[in-house]
Nanobody, 123 residues
Framework: QVQLVESGGGLVQAGGSLRLSCAAS????????MGWFRQAPGKEREFVAA????????YYADSVKGRFTISRDNAKNTLYLQMNSLKPEDTAVYYC????????????????WGQGTQVTVSS
C-alpha cells in the first residue's frame, strides 16, 4: 500500500517562499514518476511539476517555471517542491502524486495521491 503524506503548506505573503514535502512509503519508487498538482477553489486540478525518480528528469508547468523547483531525496523517499516568488494565484491545495505516467502532466496517469496541503499567498 503506497502512502503519500504532504507537509509544509501555510500562509505566506506574495514574493515569499515555501517548501513542500511529500513522504512516500509502501514500495520502492525507482520505476515511478512523482508529481505535484494543485487545485484552487472552483477550478480543476492542474499540473505543477514532476520528476522521474530514477534519473531525476524534471518537468514544470509554464506558470511556475523559474520559480518552483522539484527534487527528491532517495534515501528518505521524500519529494520536495521549493516554491519561490510566490504569487496570490499560486493559492491552492497542493497534492503529491505517484505513478507510472506516460504523460507527466495528466492527472489520470497517477494512481496514488496524498491528502493535500493548503498554500495561501496573500497580496
Amino acid at each position: 500500500q503506497v502512502q503519500l503524506v504532504e507537509s509544509g503548506g501555510g500562509l505566506v505573503q506574495a514574493g515569499g517562499s515555501l517548501r513542500l514535502s511529500c513522504a512516500a512509503s509502501g514500495r520502492t519508487f525507482n520505476s515511478y514518476g512523482m508529481g505535484w498538482f494543485r487545485q484552487a477553489p472552483g477550478k480543476e486540478r492542474e499540473f505543477v511539476a514532476a520528476i522521474i525518480w530514477l534519473g531525476g528528469s524534471t518537468y514544470y508547468a509554464d506558470s511556475v517555471k523559474g520559480r518552483f523547483t522539484i527534487s527528491r531525496d532517495n534515501a528518505k523517499n521524500t519529494l520536495y517542491l521549493q516554491m519561490n516568488s510566490l504569487k496570490p494565484e499560486d493559492t491552492a491545495v497542493y497534492y503529491c502524486a505517484a505513478g507510472r505516467p506516460r504523460r507527466v502532466g495528466v492527472v489520470d496517469e497517477y494512481g496514488y495521491w496524498g491528502q493535500g496541503t493548503q498554500v495561501t499567498v496573500s497580496s
